[in-house]
């Protein structure tokens, strides 16, 4: 079973269109983390949420965490070719702040000029 | 802006010999994690440690496994008699004292098991 799980697993979608991705669970997580990882590399932080409700926005991406903290969403405005990766959501389960990510299996984003 | 490094990027070693992956986290943090994700899967996690011991590890983490931090900058990962299923990327990552929720990973080692 998937503790996280990240929908649609594949996205392909024109330049300038906006999109959705989702991070959904049915456990509460005390913190989400939202990477962004190339082929071959390290995941990449974009942002941490801990509390529900929280809404961030990082340039043309906003990220929210769910009131009850077991989901959480990254919207995209106006997509460009350079925002192609996977993105990643990684949590916390409730608890613990420390220790062990969970990772979901991540939205692979493709942007097409 | 201060990173984690990984060495070596990619290591290829026959089946049952030991290899050691070496990670130098972000200086200031103090914990330190290793995951690791087969081609195509998701990141899974094997250890953390803090402190200068394991705090936890997971179901993969078995006794071939072992971490260190042999001085006051490196963080090692030793696989003792390696296996074909444990090609895969390892990463390294860590966290500051506070807030510690966020981790920082490394750009990983690619290990091939042959």
């Known amino acids: 079973t998937q503790l996280l799980e990240q929908s649609p697993q594949f996205l392909s979608i024109q330049e300038g269109e906006n999109l959705t991705v989702y991070c959904n669970s049915s456990?509460?997580?005390?913190?989400l983390q939202w990477y962004r990882q190339e082929p071959g590399e390290g995941p990449v932080l974009l942002v941490t949420v801990v509390t529900g409700g929280e809404v961030k926005k990082l340039k043309r991406l906003t990220f929210q965490f769910g009131d009850a903290r077991k989901d959480s969403s990254l919207h995209i405005t106006a997509a460009q070719p350079g925002d192609t990766g996977l993105y990643l959501c990684?949590?916390?389960?409730?608890?613990?702040?420390?220790?062990?990510?969970?990772f979901g299996r991540g939205t692979q984003l493709t942007v097409w000029p | 802006e201060p990173e984690v490094t990984q060495t070596p990027s990619h290591q290829v070693t026959q089946m049952g010999q030991e290899v050691i992956l070496r990670c130098v986290p972000i200086s200031n943090h103090l914990y330190f994690y290793w995951y690791r994700q087969i081609l195509g899967q998701k990141v899974e996690f094997l250890v953390s440690f803090y402190n200068n011991e394991i705090s936890e590890k997971s179901e993969i983490f078995d006794d071939q496994f072992s971490v260190e931090r042999p001085d006051g900058s490196n963080f090692t990962l030793k696989i003792r008699s390696t296996k074909l299923e444990d090609s895969a990327m390892y990463f390294c990552a860590s966290s500051s004292p506070w807030p510690p929720d966020t981790q920082y990973f490394g750009p990983g080692t690619r290990l091939t098991v042959l």
């Open positions: 990684a949590g916390h389960t409730r608890g613990s702040t420390l220790g062990r990510l969970y």
């Open positions: 456990s509460v997580f005390s913190s």
